[in-house]
């Protein structure tokens, strides 16, 4: 089955560094990733829909510059939070579509604890 | 018994015993549906999808239910066990939508 990893699984970083977080797809191309945050006992958020070679989409609220998303090839996707501070300490989660379109899973990675100190 | 806490419902059952959990979804113009376990520290990991086009479909130990008049999705889970716990999230594809909404999730413990 489709696969997706993404790393670090979990990042401690001090107040005002950058983390970079990668996604990829193992065994399939995905021309569209999407990154979502998770709080604790909450629902999966959609920040933005990453797409192979030109820019993302953000949802409402989500500050692209705060969070850039570099989606270089077709088995990468890549997020990285800047300047960095405590309440960015979430739960992100990354996924994919094996095939374009609608009316097939979403496949997860398993996410990345960041906390920010 | 079903009890909802400050964000998360969560469901309480025995070892053995038959899981319901339900889900209202937000958009009738939906096409596709999918229940998705998320264990503790993990990501969402894919159990059945069903489209619009059905009202059920079963799978191992499985079955989801469609009520489009209702916007309604349950997940039934047979002979229920400790491994089953988990949060469960019931999401849905809206047409000309890229991605998936997910609905707010049950959290599901199994008692041995």
Redesign the interface.
């Known amino acids: 089955g489709a696969v997706v990893s993404q790393h670090p699984s979990w990042v401690i970083c001090k107040s005002g560094t950058s983390v970079k977080i990668e996604c990829r797809s193992l065994d399939f191309q995905a021309t569209t990733m999407f990154w979502y945050r998770q709080f604790p006992k909450q629902s999966l958020m959609l920040m933005a829909t990453s797409n192979e070679g030109s820019k993302a989409t953000y949802e409402q609220g989500v500050e692209k510059d705060k969070f850039l998303i570099n989606h270089a090839s077709l088995t990468l996707s890549t997020l990285t939070v800047t300047s960095a501070h405590p309440e960015d300490s979430s739960f992100y989660i990354c996924s994919a579509r094996d095939r374009t379109g609608g009316n097939s899973p979403l496949h997860f990675g398993n996410g990345t604890r960041l906390t920010v100190t | 018994g079903e009890s909802v806490?400050?964000?998360?419902p969560t469901l309480s059952v025995q070892e053995g015993d038959n899981s319901i959990i339900n889900c209202a979804y937000s958009n009738s113009a939906s096409?596709?549906f999918?229940w998705?376990k998320q264990e503790s520290?993990?990501?969402?990991?894919?159990i059945i999808?069903i489209?619009s086009n059905m009202d059920k479909r079963q799978g191992q130990r499985v079955t989801v239910l469609l009520n489009k008049t209702v916007k309604h999705l349950s997940l039934q889970i047979a002979a229920t066990q400790p491994g089953d716990s988990a949060v469960y999230?019931c999401?849905e594809?809206p047409?000309i939508?890229?991605?998936?909404?997910?609905?707010?999730?049950t959290?599901l413990l199994v008692s041995p």
């Open positions: 806490g400050l964000h998360l096409d596709y999918i998705y520290g993990k990501g969402p990991q894919f999808d489209r999230f999401a594809n047409p939508y890229s991605t998936l909404t997910f609905g707010k999730g959290m």
